[in-house]
């Protein structure tokens, strides 16, 4: 008897193939490679050189490798033995935290700002062009204005932080707001619905899944800019951790922190696709 | 039906709207002269072609938009915005998706009752959505409902904060035949328990006599008017399965039809001519009867006598 699998149970299957095939290239590429001596070399020159007809290990680690990585960090994930040692829980929690600080500073402007320019054409017209012009440049560009003014590097890495999220979320609540049916409004003003009351039952509600639309498109960029922020200033966080462990040529761990940084990410964005689904309505 | 009081309940007075014209040139004028009243308790629909500025009156009146000249009164007040004093029925319901349909209900009492506490809010919310008859639906969404049950919903938001007048944009427009028939007859009912006045825009002649007290007739836009007025003189209450068979019925269906067919056009070159008629036609079926017995029984023959909702 043929038992037909769900869709989901094919996707696993399918997944799980991908995840062995991945493995098994990443084995085949990372075999020691045995050099045979050619035969017009000089044998002296192949040791100096490495090869001396040993066999080699490649310096890109191997699946094993890697899961022996994982599991020892993953085990111990909050020791601290100085700057340069800290566990990945330590280091995520940096970055976490610094992202959190930027993102919900850049809410707390984006967001009332937003409203006020999605309910004014004077106020729209008179700050586009102050937003199509600083929304292109790239966050990490701030970074030196931010260490000269702030001159403390953790701050500055929020500030980009807040200036990458910052527009995103500007313009999805000026969209959202500008777009709200005029129904809705009409109902409001026959009711004589005060504007704080409009602002938050009506308003707020009706461009929620915009608004959320642009936070989450914020909190990814944010997740992208701190990798990077923190690769140039420094000290703490998982960007820290790639570079430095780059200045250790220690490769294992930068893929293991790449890993880290893809899962901490996914992680932020299933936190704001639960709340997208949770202010979705339905015309 | 309409007694004349000392001054009647709403009064509009040279009420006129223009637009600026999409080409630059003069502004377009979609309406003028327009005068009437409606005394309180009455039912008055309005009916004319697309493009006559019923739809723009009835904003005025619900201060959404302001005319450009003239000016409507409400119990000696002049209206300048909207107010909780008159209640609306938007034509697509304009129900909130977000809320339930309590909630939209309870947000409209809420507006009208700020100092009401929650309970209270429910309990006056539950009494109108047991009016319409979605006892039981008070907790779905209006994307779970269907289209009549969500024009009741607006019909029992409108109805919930007790205004002095309720406005009507084609309510049942969207809806279809045997929806619209039901939604209809509930409406009678409810206007008859609670002697609202009401303002009703429709396309739909038959509904207009089932309602009505009074029907404005409006010619074509531009320089649209109040052209006639019909005083429907079927007695009420009034039942669906029984008018039709009323002497007035086919008198009034058929001077509306007339009006709508042809009369509508030409109003436009009759009003420029110099014995215009100031004020609005009045046509009363009981007079018509009284000079023409013939009248009442010619328009039954062709019609259908099995007439279910809107043919």
Redo the contacts between chains.
Sequence with gaps: MKTRLSLGQQSTLLSLALFGVILLVWQLATLPETQTLAADVDPEYAALMGGGGASQASSFPTPAAMAQTLWDKLSDPFYDNGPNDKGIGIQLAYSIARVLAGFFLAAAVAIPLGFVIGNSRVFYQALDPYVQVLKPISPLAWMPLALYTIKDASASSIFVIFICSLWPMLINTAHGVANVRKDWLDVSRTLEVNPLRKAFRVILPAAAPTILAGMRISMGIAWLVIVAAEMLVGGTGIGYFVWNEWNNLSLTNVLFAILMIGVVGMALDSVFGVLSKRVAYQE | MATKLTSPFLQIENLARAYPSPTGGDAVTVFDHVNFHIDKGEFVCVTGHSGCGKSTILNIL???DSATTGNVFMDGREVSG???D???I?Q?H?L????TVLENVS??VK??WASWNKQKVRDHAMRYIELVGLKGAEHK???QLSGGMKQRVGIARAFS?EPKMLLMDEPFGALDALTRGVIQDELLKICAETQQTVFMITHDVDEAILLSDRIMLMSNGPHARIAEIVNNTLPRPRERSAIHKHPHYYPIRNHMVDFLVSRSKQFGALRDAPDAPSSPAVFDAAGLIESEPVAASTPSVGKPHIHLVNA
């Design positions: 619900a201060g959404l909207p107010s909780l008159r209640g609306v938007f697509g304009a909130m998706p977000w809320l947000f409209a507006s009208r969404k209006p994307s904060i």
